[in-house]
C-alpha cells in the first residue's frame, strides 16, 4: 500500500513543503519511504499582504492538486516575537484553507515533538534534524533551502507516528 505525505513548514515569506511516498505491504510493515518533490513557496515581501496570501493559495492549490496527497502534516506555530507570529498565522490560515478544501486530513507536530521523532532528541539542533532528514530518506545531500528539509522532516514525523 503506498501512502503519500506532505509535509509543511508554514511561512509567510518562505513556506516549505516536501512530499513522501510511504510503501506498506499487506501486514502494514514498512517497505520504505522516498522523496518524491521538496522546494518553498517564497512571496516577495514587496507584495501586499493580500496578493501574498493568494501566491501561496495558488502555489499550494497547485501542488496538492498534482500530488493529491493522502495525509497532511504541519509544524506548529512556535515564535518568540508576537508579530512573526502573526504575519505566518495568516499564511497558515491559508494552508489550512487549502486542505480543508481538498478534504486533505492534517496532522500537527511542534519542533520539538519533530526533533524527538528524527533523532530521539527533543532539543536537537538543526543540523542534526538535516541529517536525519538526509538518512532517512537515503538522499545523498541535505535538502536546501532549510524549509523544505523541515518540511520533508515534518512529513517523516508523521510517517513514523502512523507506523
Request: aromatic share 8%; hydrophobic share 45%; proline share 5%.
Amino acid at each position: 500500500m503506498e501512502k503519500l505525505i506532505i509535509g509543511l513548514d508554514p511561512g509567510l515569506a518562505t513556506l516549505g513543503f516536501g512530499i513522501i511516498c510511504c510503501q506498506t505491504d499487506d501486514n502494514g510493515d514498512n517497505n520504505g519511504v522516498k522523496t518524491l518533490d521538496c522546494g518553498v513557496i517564497k512571496t516577495p515581501a514587496s507584495a501586499k499582504m493580500g496578493d501574498r496570501l493568494r501566491m501561496i493559495y495558488e502555489d499550494l492549490h497547485f501542488l496538492v492538486s498534482e500530488w493529491q496527497p493522502d495525509l497532511a502534516a504541519v509544524e506548529k506555530l512556535f515564535f518568540y516575537r508576537m508579530g512573526n507570529a502573526i504575519l505566518v498565522a495568516q499564511a497558515r490560515g491559508v494552508l489550512t484553507l487549502v486542505l480543508a478544501q481538498n478534504n486533505i486530513p492534517m496532522v500537527e507536530f511542534t519542533p520539538p515533538q519533530v526533533k524527538q521523532a528524527l533523532t530521539g532528541y527533543g532539543n536537537a539542533d538543526k543540523e542534526e534534524v538535516q541529517e536525519a532528514v538526509m538518512r532517512e530518506l537515503d538522499l545523498e545531500y541535505i535538502p536546501k533551502p532549510d524549509d523544505a528539509a523541515d518540511a520533508l522532516g515534518v512529513a517523516l514525523t508523521a510517517w513514523f507516528q502512523s507506523e
